[in-house]
C-alpha cells in the first residue's frame, strides 16, 4: 500500500511539472508585481504573509481546512518578570586580571556565576495570538488551485474550484483601518463554512534543536489561561490571559471578528464557531487588542469600531493600498527577468541555479524583501520573524538579536527610500534605555548604555551562560547609534539629529569613557570583550579583549559623535576628549594568512571556520578612511571575505546563518568586487527563499527576516553607494548585470537616484537632491564621456570622477559613458 501511494505521489508531482513546462498558465494570473504560487503551505512557514506592521496574518492557504494566523507586533508573551541583573561592577577588576593572565574560560564563568542565572535566560516570547479557522465543504474534486501575493497592495489571494466552480479567499491587513479583512466568495449558494477563533497552532514550522527545549503545547498551556471562543450570527470572539503576566506586561489579549454574510444562514455552535450554510460570500473584519489590565475589556470598543466600517472590501483595499503602495512603489529593479515574471514561484524555483541566477526570482526577492519589511514594520522594527509566528516556542524566542540580525533586516531601510522605518527601530530602542544604563552601570561601573546582544520587553542583558560571553559584548549601543546617525544622513533631518541621535550618541560615548582605560603601549583597551558568538584560536571561551568589531564600532561612533556635534555648534568641550579617544584606538592587524585579524592583539588567533564575521564591520555600511587610504587594508578585508566563503559557506549544505553572507556582500560592495557580490548572491538567491517568498535562516528552513532587508541592501550597495558629498555607480557591478534599471535609491546627503539605467558602459541617471550642493560623481573606470541637462560639470580629481552641481528640488538628467 505504501509503495501504491508513493508511486502515485511521484506520478502527481511529474504531472505537475510537465503542467508547469508547458502550459504556465495558473488559476490566477502573476501580479505585475509579486507572485503565483501553485502548493498551499505545508507548513507554517510555507504560509502567504501579509500585514500592516503592527497586526499581521499568515495564511495556510488550503481550500478546505485553512487556517489564518494572527499575530501582533507586541505579543511578546509575558515569561515572569525579567531578571535584572545584579550588581556586580566591584568584579569588573578581578574579570579583567583573569583576562589578562589568559584564564578566559575564569572569567567567563565568574561574569555568569555574579548574575545568579541558572543558565542562558531568553527575554520573553513572540508568539500568536490565535488562529482563523475556515472549514469548508466541497462537492468533487478540488481542481485549478492557485495562490498569489501582490506586493503593490499586500493582498493575498487563494482560488481553486470544484464540481460548482470557483472558490476565492482574499485578505489584507490595512494600514488605514488597522484591522485585518478577509472575503469568501464562491458560485450562488455554494459557500458552506465552519468559521472560528481559536489558539491552537499545533503544525510547526522549523525549531533549532536544543536540549530540553519544551513543545509548544506545553508551553501554551503553560502560559495561556482562561480561553474562550465565542460566537453570534454575525460575530467571533476569542479572549484569553497570560499566567506569567506581571507588572508593566500585557496581562490578556481580545480577539474579535465582524461576520457579514451574503445569502445563506449563520448559525453559532455550542463550541465557539459559526455554521454557514448556503451562503454566496462572508465577508469578516479582524482585530485584537492586547490589554495592560485584564478586568478592563476593551471589546465592546472593538466592537464598535468594526462595525463602524463600510461592509465593502474593495473600498477598504483601495484606500490601504493607496498607503502601502505609495512606500512599496518608491524602487523597481529590472534586469531583465521578462516573462519568466509570470511564472509560478515553483517553477522559479525549478529555473533558478546555483550558478545560473534566474533574473525573475532574483527581482521577485529583490520586491519580497522589501514588502516583508515593510509589512513588518509598525511601532516596533522587524523581530527576527519579522511580525508572524506560527508555535509558541519559536526560535531564539523570536527576540530581537542586535549583534547581526536586526542591523541586517533594516540594512535596505534607507539605501532602499523608506527611511521611516528606521524611526521604528529607533522607538524601540529608545524604549529600553533603562535596562541599557542599568548593564552599563551594573556589569562595567560605567555611565552610559549597553545594549544587550538579545531583547524583547525590556533591555536587560541576561544573554549568557558559562559557554556564551554575550554579558562581554559591549558594541551593541554603538551600532545602533550607527542607523540613529545615518536617518539624519540620508534625509537631512537637523531636528532629528539634535534631538533623538546626538543624545542617543553622548550615551554611547560616555559608556566608552568610563570603559576604556590606556594599555602599557598608551591605546586603549577593551576588556572584557568578545567577537559575537566566536572564540579565538585554541581557546575554549568567547570571552577575550579588543575584538575588532568592538574597536571599530567606537570608533565609527566617535567619529560620527564629532561631525554630528560640529554640525550643530555643541559639545565644544567634549570633541577634544573623543578626538583623544580616536587617537588612542588600537589599529587594524592583518594576521599571517594574509586576513583580517578578529582580535587586535597578538595573544588571540582568528578562528575563521564561523558562520560570523564581526571582524568586517567597518565595510558592512561604511568605508572608514584608514581603510579607504590603505590598498593593504583593502586587500586584507577582501581576502577574509573570500576565505570565510570558503572555509565555511562552500558546500555547507545547512547553510546556518543567512545574514553572514549578507555581511560578505555587503563588505565585496564596499571594495568594489563585483564578482564576489553576485557569489554572495548566488548563496542567498539558490538557498534560503521558499515559495512564498518568505526568507530563511538556514538553506529553506526557519522562517527568518534578516536577508529580507539584508539581500535588497547587498543589491542596491553594488549599483550605487554614497557618503557625504560622495555618490558612487557601480561600485561593484557584476559582469552578469550587463543591463538594466534601478529606480529609487536615496543616498546620504539628502540625494535620490529617481532612475539609473545602463547598457554596458552607457549611463543614464536621474538625481534629485533636497539642498543645494556639489557632489563627487564617481564611477569605477575612466569617464570618457558626459552631459548634463539640470546642472554644471566640473572636472574631478581622476578620470573616472566628476563634480556635478546639484539645485535643490529639481531634477537633474546625467548621460555618460564609462570605460567598463
Not at 470544484?162 to 485578505?171: A, H, K, L
Not at 541621535?501 to 568610563?514: G, I, N, R, S, T
Request: charged content about 20%; some cysteine; hydrophobic content about 40%.
Amino acid at each position: 500500500m505504501k509503495k501504491v501511494k508513493i508511486l502515485k505521489s511521484i506520478v502527481a508531482a511529474l504531472a505537475l511539472t510537465v503542467m508547469h513546462t508547458h502550459a504556465e498558465t495558473y488559476a490566477l494570473p502573476a501580479p505585475e508585481r509579486g507572485f503565483v504560487s501553485t502548493q498551499p503551505a505545508s507548513n507554517w512557514e510555507e504560509n502567504l504573509i501579509t500585514g500592516n506592521g503592527t497586526l499581521a496574518i499568515s495564511a495556510f492557504s488550503r481550500p478546505l481546512d485553512e487556517r489564518i494566523i494572527f499575530n501582533h507586533e507586541r505579543l511578546f508573551m509575558p515569561m515572569g518578570a525579567p531578571h535584572v541583573p545584579p550588581d556586580q561592577s566591584a568584579h569588573l577588576p578581578k574579570i579583567r586580571q583573569l583576562i589578562d593572565a589568559g584564564k578566559y574560560k575564569e572569567a567567563e564563568e565568574l561574569q555568569f556565576e555574579l548574575t545568579g542565572q541558572d543558565g542562558f535566560v531568553y527575554p520573553d516570547y513572540f508568539v500568536p495570538a490565535f488562529d482563523l479557522w475556515i472549514r469548508t465543504a466541497n462537492q468533487g474534486k478540488t481542481r485549478d488551485y492557485a495562490r498569489s501575493v501582490d506586493f503593490q497592495t499586500a493582498e493575498a489571494v487563494v482560488r481553486w474550484s470544484d464540481d460548482r466552480g470557483p472558490f476565492e479567499r482574499r485578505m489584507f491587513v490595512s494600514r488605514e483601518d488597522g484591522i485585518a479583512v478577509v472575503k469568501l466568495t464562491a458560485p450562488q449558494g455554494a459557500l458552506t463554512t465552519t468559521l472560528k477563533l481559536d489558539p491552537r497552532t499545533l503544525e510547526h514550522g522549523y525549531v533549532p534543536e536544543t536540549n530540553h527545549r519544551p513543545s509548544s503545547d506545553d508551553v501554551f498551556a503553560e502560559h495561556f489561561g482562561d480561553l474562550k471562543s465565542g460566537s453570534d450570527t454575525d460575530s467571533l470572539t476569542f479572549s484569553a490571559r497570560f499566567l506569567k503576566a506581571y507588572p508593566g506586561s500585557i496581562q490578556a489579549l481580545e480577539g474579535r471578528a465582524r461576520v457579514i454574510t451574503t445569502g445563506g444562514t449563520a448559525t453559532p455552535t455550542r463550541d465557539g464557531a459559526l455554521f454557514i450554510r448556503g451562503a454566496d460570500s462572508v465577508l469578516l473584519f479582524i482585530d485584537l487588542r492586547l490589554l495592560d489590565d485584564a478586568d478592563q475589556s476593551q471589546d465592546a470598543e472593538l466592537k464598535a469600531a468594526l462595525a463602524a466600517l463600510p461592509a465593502d472590501y474593495d473600498t477598504l483595499l483601495a484606500r490601504h493600498a493607496k498607503l502601502h503602495g505609495e512606500l512599496f512603489n518608491r524602487m523597481r529593479l529590472d534586469l531583465g527577468g521578462g516573462d519568466d515574471h509570470k511564472k509560478s514561484t515553483e517553477r522559479l524555483m525549478e529555473l533558478n541555479e546555483f550558478g545560473n541566477i534566474n533574473k525573475a526570482w532574483f527581482e521577485k526577492q529583490f520586491d519580497a524583501g522589501r514588502y516583508n519589511i515593510i509589512c513588518a514594520t509598525g511601532e516596533l522594527p522587524p523581530n527576527l520573524q519579522g511580525v508572524w509566528g506560527g508555535h509558541y516556542v519559536p526560535a531564539w524566542a523570536g527576540d530581537y538579536t542586535h549583534n547581526g540580525n536586526v542591523p541586517s533586516a533594516i540594512a535596505a531601510n534607507h539605501m532602499g527610500n523608506m527611511p521611516e522605518l528606521t524611526l521604528a527601530y529607533v522607538d524601540y530602542i529608545e524604549s529600553i534605555i533603562p535596562g541599557m544604563e542599568h548593564n552599563a552601570q551594573a556589569y562595567f561601573d560605567s555611565r552610559g548604555i549597553v545594549l544587550p546582544s538579545r531583547s524583547t520587553t525590556n533591555g536587560y542583558n541576561n544573554a549568557m551562560s558559562r559557554n556564551f560571553a554575550g554579558g562581554m559584548w559591549t558594541a551593541g549601543a554603538g551600532w545602533a547609534a550607527h542607523f540613529f546617525y545615518d536617518y539624519y544622513a540620508y534625509t537631512g533631518d537637523e531636528e532629528f539629529l539634535a534631538e533623538r541621535a546626538l543624545p542617543f550618541m553622548e550615551k554611547v560615548a560616555l559608556f566608552y569613557e568610563d570603559f576604556l582605560y590606556e594599555g602599557p603601549d598608551g591605546n586603549l583597551i577593551f576588556s572584557p570583550s568578545t567577537s559575537p558568538e566566536n572564540w579565538p584560536e585554541g581557546s575554549d571561551s568567547q570571552a577575550s579583549y579588543n575584538s575588532t568589531m568592538d574597536i571599530a564600532v567606537a570608533k565609527q561612533l566617535l567619529r560620527n559623535l564629532i561631525s554630528a556635534s560640529e554640525k550643530l555648534g555643541v559639545n565644544a568641550e567634549k570633541l577634544p576628549v573623543w578626538q583623544d579617544m580616536l587617537s588612542k584606538m588600537p589599529e587594524y592587524s592583518i594576521a599571517e594568512n594574509g586576513i583580517i585579524k578578529e582580535w587586535l592583539t597578538p595573544r588571540l588567533g582568528n578562528n575563521d571556520a564561523h558562520r560570523h564575521s564581526s571582524q568586517l564591520y567597518p565595510l558592512y555600511d561604511d568605508f572608514p578612511p584608514e581603510i579607504a587610504e590603505s590598498p593593504e587594508l583593502q586587500l586584507a578585508f577582501i581576502k577574509s571575505v573570500e576565505d570565510k566563503l570558503e572555509r565555511y559557506w562552500k558546500d555547507n549544505e545547512r547553510g546556518f546563518m543567512s545574514f553572514g553572507i549578507v555581511q560578505l556582500g555587503q563588505v565585496a560592495a564596499t571594495l568594489g568586487y563585483g564578482e564576489i557580490v553576485h557569489h554572495c548572491l548566488d548563496h542567498l538567491v539558490d538557498g534560503f527563499w521558499l515559495n512564498n517568498l518568505a526568507s530563511m535562516h538556514n538553506r529553506r528552513i526557519l522562517f527568518n527576516m534578516d536577508i529580507s532587508g539584508g539581500q535588497p541592501s547587498v543589491i542596491i550597495k553594488a549599483l550605487a553607494d554614497s557618503y557625504p558629498g560622495k555618490v558612487r555607480l557601480f561600485p561593484a557591478l557584476p559582469k552578469a548585470w550587463e543591463t538594466g534599471t534601478i529606480e529609487g535609491i536615496l543616498c546620504r546627503g539628502v540625494i535620490e537616484i529617481n532612475r539609473l539605467h545602463w547598457n554596458g558602459g552607457q549611463v543614464e541617471v536621474e538625481l534629485t537632491s533636497g539642498r543645494d550642493q556639489t557632489i563627487d560623481l564617481v564611477l569605477p573606470a575612466e569617464i570618457t564621456e558626459i552631459n548634463s541637462r539640470g546642472a554644471s560639470i566640473a572636472d574631478g580629481t581622476n578620470a573616472s570622477e566628476r563634480k556635478v552641481t546639484l539645485p535643490a528640488g529639481k531634477t537633474v538628467t546625467l548621460t555618460l559613458a564609462f570605460a567598463r
